[in-house]
Structures are given as structure tokens and as C-alpha cells.
């Protein structure tokens, strides 16, 4: 569906001919995220310069009564950026702006096309950085990171994304400009920097972000221990919060991924390991040695069989660029996969494991496991073969009895990844209809006509359904579509 | 409904449970009686109207260390928890402002204290939360698990909203262990010259763990947390002394002496205004939130409390506190305020001023557009009108 050609008009007059983009090759280009389950192209794709440009646009399109949404990178992978048949999708890349910088204030501004990994850099010279690092760090948006509400390995120990913005400026779906926040770090009254972090896109565009810049780290020591079986790696995780520390990072890696990781990436993981934990700490020198001993101590009274330290900085990036890197990597040992991202309490870490592998035996799936073990969140990855119709069945019906799992276990459906498209048919499941009704109606004072980012978070009625209900059909439409590679 | 009194006009609601607020506040919402959420209850002469306190809500919903989180009911006091906290080696890093603060205030008023420098405030903290719309809905948003994005997180833009848009019922934090052998490093000072140690300490990048000044009594106290085994205290100690150029009195936690007991743990964190002025004593209360370039260089922080007064600093952060036991001199006070911090980016919330003061200083015209959104938000969830609360007037 190309735009309406007055509309198409009136775009061009303010964005530029150039940046106004209904053909069939750029739409197709944008059908999905980085969620490949859900693809729907949109009816035209804007590419705003600023924030003028963004405003204008969007009162037309608000005038029209086209709803459209934002994107950042597309890296997400929940399917937050992905349209709704007829939405105009308005890509973000062009606010590439960045800084000030304000060491004193440990705040940066930035634009929401910057991407992650080149905040950190810019902050860099003045010892700090921006502590929110998805694996994705080196290609997405921080405008996607605050939509998301984005984590990380580093987060069990200083939080995601909310815990380290401080202001935003936002385009609301009629186009008024809104500054929440600001560099004081507090502002009076409710708090909506709070709501919008997170807020996937639907209650308004993020055109300027303050993020809070946290001290680079003295001295940083990175432990790998191997263990021979997941249940004893996960009893160290909780064995080392018992003890009263909490590390920056506390990262699990299963067997297939290990041997994944080193068919690609060759970083040195045992391949005969059932699991593998890293386990980062990060303080002044003096009290690190002392942590790290203890640490050693409890990993191996928990049945570690070795336990490596990182000797210099080279082995410490080979280390993490083998648990960044691990989702592709898998890409060598199956052509598909799903990537879940349930939340538990992390002393159910054992049992909840052991479940997620009966699952996949039941459904005749392989599931690797790649996680942040200290913080709880999961992201077991469903192997499948995307040819298989009955495999995509059997697929989607693991990853909704993994999150069924999670929510049993008093845990959530999302630890990082957000909602989406993709888990919005069992949000019913998460909260009581009473909740479900109160952020519809927090959403309406933002979104009351629910132009921007239609459909996504809530339950659609009827989509669950559609695929349920005709398991052949819906096979055959996934099986149309560009399958399931995360 | 029980206990609940009626001195003179107005009533004072304490329902047993959220099933019996929840039926009050439906009833309000039929035949249109606002009331007001309070904390503590008014004296009867103080009533202006009817009032709502979940005092009596005390209990502990849940608790798991290992896990790092913890679920409590809305009415316990912030020193209750601190204190079920600690049993366990646990900490959640936020202070309250007066001994006897319950947990929902705290929240509803995003208030935080000297430990906010590094570990931020209860919106860092908070996991989940229980409340009850205006029309007596129970609400329940996050949850038990310390990360989660899972729909719109109503739990964090509830703090702060100062019982205009809901009554909390039950709040769930992450916490963390509690800092190991925590110790305090204090000083006095004539003047605010100690901020150059605290700007040195701060481009330094030393990991403090609370950091707080008080004018008082003519002069300034200044307190510096560390922690740490016994080496990396030594190195925070050796550099600290360095970089303030004038002596440093170490004490470890609880052992602190007079005057410097005024930042001892149990004031820290459960009521670090309330050595100063009792809350029954205090005139006049005005909380400042600036950024930290405010406090380490731009504002002059000498002479903007009067003999008498009391002025709490929490520099990086950052906010101040200004208060006196008398309100007498309020117009002036404030007044100066206004002009000192004009050119700054923050806010100044007048807690405790004259009505006459508030409404002529507390209008802001044009209203900014986040504080218009938040009129919004209310109106929404709020149509009749029913919680009643002075920030959204």
C-alpha cells in the first residue's frame, strides 16, 4: 500500500524527497526487527533529520489519521519496531548527535540514532561510561535502548537503561514537545521518565536523551569457572549472592553454545564443560584480590573444576566478545532459532533449567542456553529448522510453555527484550484484567487515538487464536514468511 | 471499617486492609468526598478534611535474600525495614527524611537520602508495586524479580505522585548487601570550603558510599562514607585526606561521637532530618533538586540558612535542604532561594511553607509541559477528583 499522494505531498514539502520512501524495495526492507516471526511492511518509511522535521511529519500523519511508529537500529527482538500493516514507520538514523558531555553532572546528551557502544566511547576520556550493554551494543540505538528499557550483562549490579537516563525530550503522537526529566536527576511529581523508558514506542518519539555516565571501574577482574553440570553452576550463582557480593556481571553458558562458541569464535571454552560461568568484579584494587579469593572459594566448594582469571585485558574481550557474540554463533550448529526472555528468581535458576530442557525434549527441540544468571533472566534459544512446519509449531508452543514456566515461578515475561508483538498474547497471563485496563488508560493520556505503535503490548484480540486455531494455516503463513532467525 | 474517628468535621479513615480501602475510596468515588492520603495523622485541630492512613498496613509480604528482593506493605515504617533488612545483611539504599517515615511515603514523594550518590533512589530500587485507584481498583505492576519490562511500569511513575493518583498498598525492592565494615569520615568547617574536597573526591571517581553535609549552629558538618576490607579503606582514607586539605575524623559505623553523630547509620537511613528539627518543631521545609554542577560550583552554599536554621547538602546528586523551626522569616528565605538557584536547571518543592507563601510561590506560569502532562494524568485517572493533593492544584 502506497501513501495517499496528497499526503506523500506534504511529507516531501517538509522532509525532503529524499527521505520520503513508499517503494516496494524499502518497505520490504523494514518489514520486521530483529524479530523475523511477525513481518508486515509498512506503507511508507520517513527519515526525519531533527526534530523539526519529526514534529511536522507527525502532525501530518497525526492530521491524517495514519498511525506510525519509531525505529531505532532494529536490532530489538521482541518486534517493537515492527508495523502494523499501514503504519508509516518513521527510522530514527539520522539524530547521530552527540554530546554535551558533563563530567561534573556524569551526564551526556544524546541524540536517539546514536549508537550504544559510541556513548561509552565519547564518555571514555573522562573515565566514565554508559553502563546499559545489550549484546547488541555495537549497532543499537540508544533511542531503542530507552524503548526497551534495555539491559545486559552489567546490570545485576548497576541496573538498565531507567537507572541510567535522567531526561528525555519527546515528540507526543499530536506533535507536542514534551521534556521529562532533566540533569538534576529528581523531578517533583510522578514520575514519567520512568513510564516512558520502556514504553516500547507507544507513547511518544524520544528526540534527545540525557543519560546518566557512571566512573569506569579501577580495576576490573573476570573469572571463567567450569563446571560439570548446569545444576551446580547455577548453585554457585545464588552461593555467590548468599555471600554477600554482588558482581557486576554473572554470566551462564551452556554446552551447546560453549560448542558453538568454539567452532566460530575459538575462545578457549572447554568444549567438554556442561556449563561455563563468568563472573566479572570491578572496584579499586585494594579490595578486589580479596573478593576474587572469595569467590574462587565458593565457585569451587559448589563443584567447579577450574577456574580461570582473565590475566590481561586481550583475554578479558575474548571472554566477553565469546558471550556477546554467542546468539550468532549459533548460527553454525542450527539455521534457526528463537530467543526467549523470561525472568525468574534466581534461586530457581536449577529446576527452572532442568524444566526448560524437558520441554524441549517433549517437543523434540534442542534448547541452548546462554543468560544472565545473576539477575535471573533467561534467554534459552529454541533450535529449530524453519523448513519444518511442524518444528515452527512445536517451537512457538515451547516458547510459550518456557514463559508459562517463568510466570509459575513468580518471574515475568521480560527481563530485557520487552513485549512487542511477540509476547503481547500472554500478557493476560502476566496481569489481572484490572491492571491490564489501568495502562490502557495511563496509554490514553498519551496515545488517546493509539496512532502511534498500534498493537503492540497489549493483547490483540484474535491473533493468539488465528494461530492456534489453525495450526496448518498458521504454519503454512509462517512458513511463508522469513522464518524465525534471531 | 475499623478504627476510624471523626474529630469535629472531618474523619480520619484507617482501614484494617486494601479490601476495605478499597471499598471506602469506591464509595467516595459515588458520591464524590475527596479525601487526602496522609501519613502520619493530622492533630484534630490540623484537619482540613477527611483523611486516609495505611499506618496500621505493617507487614512484610516477602523476603528472600538470596534473591535480593523484598515485598512490603505500604504503612511499615522505613526504620521496620531498614531493620528486617539488616538481619539478614541486606540494605535498601534509601534514607527517609523523618524517623517514623512509612515506606509508602517515601515512595509517594520519590523522597532519598545521603547514599544516593552511588546507589540512586527508589526508582532504582523499586521491582513492583500494589495499589488502589481512586475508584478502589487494585492495581498490580512489576513484580517479585529484579528485572522485568513487562508493560508499562506503573510501579516507578507512582513515585512521587503524592497521593494524587493512587493509594499504595504494597511496594517490592531489590536490595543489596549491606556495605561491608562501613566507616565515616567527618570534618567541620566554617564555610563551604569542603566542597573543593568533595569536587577533588568526585573527579577522582572514589567510590564513596554516602556523602552529606550540615549547616548548623553557625558552621558546616561534613560526612563521607567508606567502606571496604582494611586496605581499600586505608587508600580511600589516605586519598579523602589528601584532597580536603584539612583533618578527617575516622569512625567506624555506630561508633560515631558528638557532633558528628548526627550522620550515625540509624539517621542516615531512618530519618536524617530529625536530629536536626523534630517534624512537630518544623516551620518551614524547602527540598531543593539541582544537579551536582550546582552544588560543587555554581550556587554559593554559605548564607543561605540564618543562625538557627538547618541546611542538609547532598551535593552529588544532588539536593538541599533548608530548615527552620519558625516560619517567620519564610518570605525572605524563600525568596533568597529563588534568586540563588533562579539561573539553575532543578526544582524547588516548598514542603512546609505558609499557605499564602505556597500558593504565591508554588504557581508557575506558563506551566511547564511536563508538569501539563501530569495535570493530564491526573484528570485521567482521577476524573472526580477524589484523592486530594496540593501538588496537582
Request: proline share 7%.
Amino acid at each position: 500500500m502506497a501513501l495517499d499522494p496528497r499526503v506523500r505531498k506534504k511529507l516531501i514539502r517538509v522532509l525532503g524527497s529524499d527521505y520520503v520512501k513508499d517503494d516496494p524495495i524499502t518497505c520490504y526492507s523494514y518489514r520486521c526487527d530483529g524479530l523475523t516471526l511477525h513481518p508486515a511492511e509498512p506503507q511508507a518509511v520517513l527519515y526525519p533529520a531533527d526534530r523539526d522535521q519529526l514534529v511536522a511529519a507527525v502532525r501530518i500523519l497525526s492530521e491524517q489519521g495514519i498511525s506510525f511508529l519509531p525505529r531505532g537500529a532494529g536490532t530489538g527482538l521482541s518486534g517493537g519496531a515492527v508495523p502494523r500493516e499501514g503504519s508509516v514507520l518513521i527510522e530514527m538514523v539520522r539524530f547521530r548527535a552527540i554530546g554535551p558531555i558533563d563530567p561534573v553532572n556524569r551526564t551526556i546528551e544524546v541524540e536517539p540514532g546514536v549508537v550504544n557502544l559510541h556513548v561509552s566511547h565519547a564518555a571514555q576520556p573522562h573515565g566514565l561510561y554508559f553502563v546499559p550493554d545489550p549484546s547488541s551494543q555495537k549497532a543499537c540505538s540508544v533511542g531503542g535502548n530507552v524503548g526497551e528499557n534495555s539491559g545486559g550483562p552489567h546490570t545485576l549490579k548497576y541496573g538498565v537503561t531507567v537507572n541510567h537516563v535522567v531526561g528525555l525530550e519527546v515528540v507526543l503522537p499530536d506533535g507536542e514537545v514534551v521534556e521529562l526529566g532533566g540533569p538534576a536527576w529528581t523531578t517533583p511529581g510522578p514520575d514519567l521518565l520512568s513510564l516512558f523508558i520502556g514504553s516500547e514506542g507507544t507513547l511518544g518519539i524520544v528526540t534527545k536523551i540525557i543519560c546518566r555516565l557512571t566512573p569506569l571501574p579501577e580495576r576490573v577482574h573476570t573469572m571463567l569457572a567450569v563446571f560439570g553440570s548446569v545444576r551446580e553452576a547455577c548453585e554457585s550463582v545464588s552461593a555467590i549472592i548468599r555471600a554477600g557480593i554482588v558482581p557486576a556481571a554473572l554470566e551462564m553458558i551452556d554446552r551447546i553454545v560453549i560448542q558453538a562458541i568454539e567452532q566460530t569464535i575459538g575462545a578457549g571454552f572447554p568444549t567438554d564443560a556442561e556449563a561455563v560461568l563468568i563472573v566479572e568484579l570491578e572496584d579499586l584494587r585494594e579490595g578486589l584480590d580479596a573478593e576474587a579469593e572469595q569467590i574462587e572459594t565458593i565457585l569451587r566448594a559448589n563443584g567447579a573444576v577450574d577456574v580461570r582469571q582473565a590475566a590481561d585485558e586481550a583475554e578479558r574481550a575474548l571472554i566477553w566478545r565469546a558471550r556477546k557474540e554467542a546468539f550468532g554463533a549459533l548460527g553454525s550448529i542450527s539455521p534457526s532459532f528463537y530467543t526467549q526472555d523470561g525472568v525468574i528468581p534466581r534461586s530457581a535458576l536449577p529446576r527452572v533449567l532442568e524444566r526448560i530442557l524437558a520441554i524441549g525434549a517433549a517437543h523434540g527441540l534442542t534448547i541452548a542456553n546462554v543468560f544472565h544468571a545473576g539477575d535471573g533472566n533467561l534467554h534459552p534459544l529454541i533450535l529449530y529448522n524453519s523448513r519444518d512446519p511442524a518444528e515452527i509449531e512445536a517451537t512457538h508452543q515451547a516458547g510459550r510453555e518456557i514463559l508459562e514456566t517463568c510466570l509459575a515461578e513468580g518471574g515475568s515475561l521480560s527481563g530485557e527484550h520487552g513485549i512487542g508483538l511477540e509476547k503481547s498474547h500472554l500478557m493476560d497471563g502476566a496481569f489481572d484484567e484490572v491492571s491490564l485496563n489501568h495502562m490502557k488508560q495511563v496509554r490514553a493520556v498519551f496515545n488517546p487515538r493509539e496512532l502511534l505503535n498500534p498493537g503492540k503490548i497489549f493483547p490483540q484480540p484474535g491473533r493468539c487464536g488465528e494461530l492456534k486455531g489453525r495450526p496448518g494455516d498458521a504454519a503454512a503463513q509462517l512458513r511463508a514468511k522469513s522464518g524465525i532467525r534471531v | 471499617m475499623s478504627p476510624s474517628s471523626s474529630p469535629g468535621a472531618f474523619t480520619v479513615f484507617q482501614p484494617g486492609n486494601p479490601d476495605e480501602a478499597a471499598a471506602l475510596l469506591a464509595d467516595r468515588t459515588r458520591t464524590g468526598q475527596p479525601l487526602a492520603v496522609v501519613d502520619r495523622i493530622p492533630e484534630p485541630g490540623e484537619l482540613r478534611r477527611d483523611v486516609l492512613s495505611v499506618r496500621q498496613w505493617r507487614n512484610q509480604r516477602f523476603f528472600h535474600p538470596a534473591d535480593m528482593v523484598v515485598g512490603v506493605d505500604s504503612g511499615l515504617p522505613m526504620a521496620e525495614l531498614h531493620r528486617l533488612l539488616a538481619e539478614q545483611g541486606m540494605r535498601l539504599p534509601v534514607g527517609c527524611w523523618f524517623a517514623g517515615d512509612s515506606v509508602g511515603a517515601v515512595a509517594a514523594a520519590n523522597r532519598f537520602g545521603p547514599e544516593r550518590l552511588m546507589r540512586g533512589g527508589l526508582r532504582d530500587s523499586l521491582i513492583g508495586m500494589e495499589y488502589l485507584t481512586p475508584t478502589g481498583e487494585c492495581v498490580r505492576v512489576g513484580g517479585k524479580v529484579v528485572k522485568n519490562v513487562t508493560g508499562y511500569d506503573l510501579g516507578r511513575m507512582m513515585l512521587g505522585n503524592r497521593g494524587g493518583l493512587c493509594l499504595m498498598t504494597g511496594l517490592n525492592f531489590k536490595v543489596m548487601p549491606a556495605p561491608v565494615q562501613p566507616h565515616g569520615l567527618f570534618l567541620s568547617a566554617p564555610d563551604s570550603s569542603w566542597r573543593a574536597g568533595v569536587a577533588a573526591a568526585h573527579a577522582a571517581r572514589l567510590p564513596l558510599d554516602w556523602l552529606q553535609a550540615v549547616w548548623r549552629d553557625g558552621g558546616w558538618l561534613v560526612g563521607i562514607g567508606i567502606s571496604g576490607n582494611a586496605a581499600r579503606r586505608e587508600r580511600l582514607v589516605t586519598e579523602l585526606r589528601s584532597m580536603f586539605g584539612q583533618p578527617l575524623t575516622l569512625f567506624a559505623d555506630g561508633r560515631e561521637e558528638a557532633p558528628f553523630d548526627v550522620f550515625a547509620p540509624e539517621h542516615r537511613l531512618c530519618g536524617f532530618l530529625s536530629p536536626h528539627i523534630p517534624l512537630s518543631r518544623l516551620g518551614l521545609h524547602v527540598h531543593g533538586l539541582f544537579p551536582t554542577r550546582t552544588f560543587l560550583e555554581s550556587v554559593d552554599l554559605d548564607g543561605l540558612a540564618t543562625p538557627g536554621d538547618i541546611l542538609v547538602v547532598h551535593p552529588i546528586g544532588g539536593d538541599f535542604h533548608l530548615l527552620a523551626p519558625s516560619d517567620s522569616a519564610a518570605e525572605r528565605q524563600v525568596s533568597q532561594l529563588r534568586d540563588r538557584f533562579s539561573e539553575e536547571r532543578g526544582s524547588l518543592v516548598f514542603e512546609k511553607v505558609p499557605t499564602a507563601l505556597r500558593e504565591r510561590w508554588g504557581r508557575v506560569d506558563p506551566l511547564p509541559p511536563e508538569r501539563i502532562l501530569m495535570k493530564r494524568l491526573k484528570r485521567q485517572l482521577d476524573p472526580a477528583g477524589i484523592l486530594v493533593s496540593s501538588f496537582f492544584d
